[in-house]
DNA sequence: AATGAATGAGCTTTCATTCAT
DNA sequence: GATGAATGAAAGCTCATTCAT
């Protein structure tokens, strides 16, 4: 904005701004994973990001929007990511589906701390509308994504489910599979692969063979 | 909710033991569903409760052992449910599995009350040992149970699924699902049900039709 | 009193009350000697004695008349201790210092819980007029005793010391004493003991002899 | 008593951490001293020191903290004054027990406030091995040098006491004194300086004349 | 006479926030 | 841009006291 105007070391400090707000937001998610929401406080997150106590109402103002603006990120990361894996699916329907349940399970959105922490975020979104707001924003595209491949995959392959309830059916299963890892330990995400590899065998049989693996495409 | 009647009762004083315990392990359910498990004080718990400021320390010692208590409470709560449910279910695996999946949609075990609060309490489980132990200790059990019924669902219906996996997909999605119903208003838990009978419909087509009605038993 | 006038076991009753004021006052002496003067709760006390919590407030009606009345039992009992000793001493002035300065190590008059609760109170007079007041109603007859008897000595010994100073003086020792073994361990009061016929012979010669031995009496 | 000073000094934030650790430890004693022990509260030391109610948190972390801080504080004082009597007196043992001696009643080790000060750490030692080691951590070092100088009194002068035995008198005789003046009103300290004048006479007669008036020195 | 559940004032402690530097 | 000493509201907890039984 007003990058140019600033003669000494133009867009330094305004980037400067940025990476000390990702850094505290990083902060912030790391010590929700190890210490739990409740017991989150600015203290600790100055601790984990290495800087001063007053650090956070510094950039953030308040504890609030620091939380409101690590849920931000959160979302926007989770939405990037599963938009990604989509787009490089292509176009055939299981190839997308199984892009779409598969990207889910990937460490880089669901590492023991990220789970950990949207959970946290997810329980606050049950009193609050700002939360929730926030949290479910770009799930809803998620849920649209997966009830338009499962039309798809119903329409190529000759079954007669309904999109809307087998999307949400999907839909429900990862969540409770994220659960599943936030408690189970090293393993739980193997196994979750698993489940999800079964669970696309029995409902897309004509896709996926009974190990879930996709069978040969359309081409 | 029928909390507040306690309020005016003119002779409330000494009660036993056990009912002031669990008139309080009741008002703390319903102070976490309404306040989220961060904000929930004593001083919220005590007002919920009819009763004075003091009343958790003389009867728990701590807000730390009242939530522990209240978490058991919920799990056994929660156990004798679907034991039950399963037992009134008789043999046949077809109308175990329904009633082990439907009742966990019961309000009983999941009114908007019950479900906040019990995401509040796996979320501190996440980073809590004490509480991670209590809640799942019960729920091995019913998935375990799950897992049995659909072996016997598999054997009765000729289909070659694994019923671990399987097992493991249906109870994940009954907690993705209540996940759902935790963010969803008025009619979440109707929309849950039609999509726990396409699950099994899906899942289990020689037991279940496409509307996932059970179809003729085995008598 | 009305002792006569009650005709079911007369006398049972206010002795009875008098029974349970004494055992409340030894346990109150009990636990201020074991958790000392600030930790020591009401809740403690009842305890010790056996008895239920709200025991206090029924026959003390608060915990400074307890303490207050605590402490005039100790008044009392120490008073008494040395003016029977002092009596028993029979008029030979070197016998009565012996007397007086012995008496006070007594463990009847200085176990190990006496002198805690001891200075317990003293300590807290420092601030408290009406403790200040009972503490010394007393002790001034002692010091008055021990002024008198060192001025009986003098005339009797042809020395010359002020009796008011060197009364003081072993007053004040005899004080330091009970510091010295309120800190001290297993030996102190034996220790204690050999430090004033240490005096008795520093201070007295013509009375005692250099191992703190009363010479023969006038007799 | 100078601390009230503080209360209206404009920008007093930001003093060094110990100059404020040292302000709130003064305010502690004379606290202690105007409350007594158990009565003391951090409301009571952050008002004492004009500072607000959560800085002994801050600087201290705890009351505990504070109170055995302040005990450390006293003891180190208390040391730093004897030891530089001691020095002071030069060689002459008749002038060192009288430096001993007489230091010890000194307004800057004993004033009214820091005896009842001394006295309410005492009693709570009673019960508290960690204030206990404190207290006599310094105090064996002062009863030592006593005894070490009533081991020279005695060959020098030709007595044939135990110097063990004497030296144990005399420190008891001290804090005997201590205990009348924390009892006693205005003009205790005189006559407890007249009574540790009359021991000296008493006990050493060949280095002090009957006013404890010090004998011409070895010179 | 005695009990012990219940109360609530007052304590220590925590911690988001402020602000002089 | 960043620090960290200081604040003070609000929390959990303790415990003397009350009182129905």
């Known amino acids: 904005m007003d990058d140019s105007r600033n003669q000494t070391e133009p867009g330094r400090r305004r980037e400067s701004r940025e990476v000390r707000r ?5 902060a912030t998610i ?3 994973a190890a210490k739990g929401f409740s017991a989150t406080t600015l203290a600790d997150v100055s601790v984990a990001a290495g800087l001063s106590r007053g650090i956070v109402n510094f950039h953030f103002e308040s504890k609030e929007k620091l939380f409101l603006e690590t849920l931000q990120f959160m979302c926007d990361e989770y939405a990037a990511h599963w938009r990604s894996a989509l787009a490089a699916a292509g176009p055939d329907p299981a190839a997308r589906i199984e892009a779409l349940v598969m990207c889910d399970l990937d460490e880089a959105v669901c590492s ?14 049950a009193t609050r509308p700002d939360y ?13 994504a997966i009830e338009a491949v499962c039309g798809e995959l ?9 999109p809307a309830r087998i999307g949400a059916l999907v839909y429900a299963m990862q969540e409770g599979l994220w659960l599943r890892m936030m408690v189970g ?4 995400r193997d196994e979750a692969r698993e489940v999800a590899r079964a669970a696309l065998a029995s409902l897309f049989p004509t896709h ?6 996709r069978r ?3 081409g």
């Open 22 to 26: 990702e850094q505290l937001i990083r």
């Open 30 to 32: 790391g010590t929700i």
């Open 112 to 125: 023991d701390r990220m789970i950990a922490t949207w959970f946290a975020f997810w329980s606050e979104a």
């Open 132 to 144: 929730r707001a926030l949290c479910w924003s770009h799930d809803e595209g998620y849920l649209a």
């Open 154 to 162: 119903r329409d190529a392959g000759g079954q007669g489910f309904d």
């Open 185 to 188: 330990g090293a393993g739980a």
């Open 208 to 213: 996926f063979d009974a190990n879930g693996t």
């Open 216 to 218: 040969a495409g359309p």
